[in-house]
């Protein structure tokens, strides 16, 4: 449990380091990862994938703790999952409504965050650098091109949420792979060398 880093480890290292009391938009399993943190009279606004706080009534209490001086924290923007039922949106419309709503910027924690990725190779290895790193995922703008950007290899997967095309609509990707299968002969295959 303690080896895998999620956005939801770095919310609440954030969380806990400037001593917030946060609103938690969270669906249940992730409240799980915020045992303990205080929420009462809450300074701050936590937003997750959560469908089931995603109404205006909720969505309408955390603007109204935003007018009042209130922080945005973003799990993360992403626009869109993948999910049983095909795709659904994600957590960035969410975010982007009660920014707008507020004007207030999230301080997004998650993917595409620079320190996000930084902060997962550091909990990784410390003597890791970015560029020793290969990031691999289906989600070509917030996986692939935000591990770019802080520096990482950034590969794409043609699995999950991926689309036709993904590969070359936003931005190039250091590699494309069709599945995980031929991603791990390729890592196998860089080892070897």
Known sequence: ENELFTSLTAARNYVESLKLRPLLMLEDE????????QTEDPNSVVVGLSPSNFHYKRLNEAFNLLKNRASLIAINKSR???????LSIGTGAFVSTLEFASDKKAHVI???SKDFFHLALKELDPKLQPHEALMVGDDVRDDVLGAQQAGLIGALVKTGKYLLGDENKYGEPNHVFENLEEM??????????
Not at 30 to 37: L, S, T, V, W
Not at 80 to 86: F, S, V
Not at 184 to 193: L, M, S
């Open 80 to 86: 869109y999952i993948k999910t049983d039922d095909g």
């Open 30 to 37: 992730a409240m799980k990862d915020f045992e303990g943190i």
């Open 184 to 193: 791990a002969q390729f890592v196998i295959g860089q080892q070897k060398k």
């Open 110 to 112: 998650g993917k595409p």
